[in-house]
């Protein structure tokens, strides 16, 4: 039996909503799918406009006869597409879902949105930057103002403040399957801030050590400074190679989680095969744990560190779930190294500032930043659906998780595109700069994490008729 919805401006007039919608308890598909296909199809041609308010989940799943829950449902998927979007303390409206106007390139030229001056002026899909204006704000100020209170330590302690540290140890345990005692666990400045301190206790000069290639930068260039012989190590669609190292390093570092850059999560088998070979040889792996909370396909796989806490360095940071500002990471490893690493920062007066780790461990123990993860978790599947969508059929790599995608181009493709869309004032980077040696794949790297949404859209939908342009027509010689 259907039940059918058109309000005449009684119970909804407050939404401003006039829509007739249906939903059929006898039909084979959920009643969820049915609102949400509805609501998505009237978006789509025009009779919900941008910027209309829709009903509250509790006065529409009244007007339908349904519960909230089919509602609600709806709404979450409409939201991870990118239709609709929430307001705070306002509601739900749909979002600014207009396709660009087609024509010149000129006319795909975005908006400037200045909120910092200087080059915040432009629109900036670099990877790397979470988007901090997501904060929860009340909850953010509530602790950074309770965590000024703490009266400064005379002798600070060079592992962290105890209550953070304790704080970690039960976040690590439910969000990432990573069971430790306290002992195991030093606050850091950061994940390349414990990767620099792992190297400073562990390497000694002519050391080889294994990056992912392509990787990440400062991995190669922390371990480099220490000392180290850098070697390439090769990954693919799935993450490391393990078959292709060499014997003989003494670190290898890899971000299993969500390969950097190329995107590849690491499969069971070939965690089991690395963490061998890492016994065979002597070897230490530094597990930066990169992008897990922000999975878009299927839930995290556990931390490598809980497959074998020996021969593991587990490495976190609040980079990318709060702020690269606040400062904030850790390290979990062997007692033995965690007692090194000590003894090194209390000579070389390393320390993490005490603020900001009561600051992140009021929000660990209050449950805020669990709740700021699962709300940005949302909006970054948004922002993803977009830039899915407005690439096109464009070869995408790493789209499954993490803040940036990688478009694959062919070689001089990128460089162009990055050029002309500077001169549109959109900042692009290209995935040549993540390889030591030549360039295997060549390609965009494409961050969606510190722009608006509109802007990922206009910002992508210009990458789109760039590539388009350089791939056909008078641009292809140029490129070439």
């Not at 970054?380 to 659906?385: E, G, P, Q, V």
């Not at 995935?431 to 040696?437: A, C, P, S, V």
């Amino acid at each position: 039996m259907a039940t059918s919805l058109r309000n005449k401006g009684t119970t909804l007039s407050r939404d401003q909503f006039d829509l007739p919608l249906t939903v059929d308890r006898g039909a084979g598909t959920p009643l969820s799918v049915q609102l949400g296909g509805q609501l998505r199809a009237a978006m789509n041609d025009g009779r919900l406009k941008a910027g209309e308010r829709l009903p509250s989940s509790r006065a529409l799943a009244s007007a339908l006869g349904v519960s909230r829950t089919v509602v609600t449902e709806a709404y979450e998927q409409l939201y991870a597409e990118g239709w609709i979007e929430g307001r705070h303390g306002s509601g739900t409206y749909v979002a600014d879902i207009a396709p660009p106007r087609s024509g010149s390139l000129r006319a795909l030229r975005p908006v400037p949105e200045d909120r910092s001056g200087g080059e915040g002026a432009a629109i900036d899909l670099r990877p790397g930057m979470p988007w901090v204006d997501g904060l929860d704000t009340p909850a953010w100020r509530r602790a950074w103002r309770l965590a000024a209170t703490v009266p400064p330590a005379g002798r600070p302690d060079p592992r962290g403040l105890p209550g953070l540290r304790a704080a970690l140890v039960d976040y690590l345990r439910r969000s990432r399957g990573v069971t430790c005692p306290v002992d195991r666990v030093l606050v850091t400045r950061g994940a390349t801030n414990g990767l620099d301190l792992l190297g400073a206790v562990v390497l000694r000069p002519g050391d080889r050590v294994g990056v992912e290639e392509p990787g990440y930068t400062k991995a190669r260039s922390t371990l480099a400074m220490r000392g180290a012989e850098v070697v390439p190590c090769p990954v693919d669609e799935s993450g490391l190679i393990v078959d292709a190292l060499p014997d003989g390093l003494r670190i290898v570092y890899t971000t299993p989680s969500h390969q950097y850059p190329l995107g590849g999560r690491l499969p069971v088998p070939r965690r089991q095969a690395l963490l061998a070979w890492a016994r065979r040889n002597g070897a230490l792996i530094a597990e930066d744990d990169y992008d897990s909370e922000f999975r878009y396909d299927v839930a995290p796989l556990p931390a490598l560190y809980g497959l074998d806490p020996e021969v593991t360095v587990y490495l976190g940071t609040t980079s990318k779930t709060l702020a690269p500002d606040v400062g904030v990471g850790w390290l979990v490893g062997r007692p033995d190294l965690v007692e090194a690493i000590t003894d090194l920062r209390e000579q070389v007066n390393d320390r993490t500032a005490v603020v900001p780790q009561e600051a992140v461990r009021i929000l660990l123990e209050r449950g805020d930043l669990d709740r700021h993860v699962r709300r940005m978790r949302a909006e970054y599947a948004r922002r993803r659906a977009a830039v899915v969508d407005a690439l096109g059929h464009l070869p995408l790599l790493g789209d499954t998780a993490g803040l940036h995608i990688v478009v694959a181009l062919p070689q001089g493709v990128a460089e162009w595109v990055v050029e002309r869309a500077a001169e549109r004032g959109v900042l692009l980077a290209t995935l040549d700069r993540r390889f030591d040696g030549p360039p295997a794949v060549h390609g965009l790297e494409l961050g969606y994490g510190s722009a608006t949404l509109a802007q990922v859209r206009s910002g992508c939908s210009l990458v789109r008729a760039l590539v388009q342009e350089a791939l056909s027509g008078p641009a292809r010689a140029a490129v070439g």
